[in-house]
């Protein structure tokens, strides 16, 4: 038995440690988050409430708490995948575009080559400026 204030003996007070990972029941302290799961999926599993809260020694709305909390916290999980699909799928569209632009400049390049001497400008005529001194068309930088 312990002694309570005055030097008292105070009758039905275990003395017990704390558990590893957690408070002990019904000391006010923090519960470690491997508790409050095991508790939340006693709860999932069927078991009553109050026999659960008594036997951790917290209140029933604090268990219903943390139970609505581990079920949001799923949700939300669930909700991320598709997030993660969105971003595979907005990344392709951005790949599709970019090989578009590119068959595109690669198309006028060749239709450029095959029409043969290239049309220029009066001045460029006169400076013997003709197709193999002209620059190639530009290249588009990667984004990656």
Not at 1 to 13: D, I, K, N, Q
Not at 89 to 108: H, V, W
């Amino acid at each position: 038995m312990s002694e309570g204030p005055g030097g008292a003996e105070r009758a039905g007070v275990a003395e017990r440690p704390p558990k590893s990972g957690g408070a002990a029941p019904g000391r006010g302290g923090r519960m470690s988050r491997q508790r409050k799961t095991a508790a939340v999926l006693q709860l999932l599993r069927g078991e009553d409430l109050e026999t659960v809260s008594r036997g951790l020694g917290v209140t029933a709305a604090t268990l219903s708490g943390w139970r609505d909390a581990f079920l949001a916290a799923g949700e939300a999980s669930l909700t991320r995948q598709k997030d993660g699909e969105e971003l595979t799928s907005e990344r392709l569209k951005a790949k599709l575009g970019d090989m578009l632009l590119k068959t595109e400049l690669l198309e006028a390049k060749i239709a450029v080559l095959e029409d043969g001497p290239l049309r220029c400008a009066p001045h460029q005529a006169t400076l013997g400026v003709g197709p193999a001194q002209l620059r190639p068309l530009a290249r588009r930088r990667s984004r990656s």
